[in-house]
């Protein structure tokens, strides 16, 4: 069985997220970033051509440290967000502890 990327609304601010939750809103589901560990540009398996410079065949991905907003007192956890076909568009790839 193939997992899906779970999907999140993202808030970004100067480029960054800062802040997600997943889809559909969940009350344990919302994370404040506070740190951005890493960027980079990857491809995807879009077999179309894209005519943004990021989206469609390429995908904006940040490795983020995140807390959840309701339990500030738990230990931040080590996510990847990915922009998958322009702003707007995000998911939620890899998520650890």
Sequence with gaps: MVRSPSPVQVRCADGDPVEFHRRP???DSHYLVEEVRERWIEESRWPFLSAMP????RCRCWRV??????????????????MRSG?????????GV
């Design 25 to 27: 809103n969940r009350r």
């Design 54 to 57: 990021v989206g469609g065949d």
């Design 65 to 82: 440290l995140a807390r959840r907003s309701d339990e500030p007192h738990l230990p931040p956890g080590e996510f990847v967000l990915r």
């Design 87 to 95: 702003p707007g568009v995000w998911d939620l790839r890899w998520a």
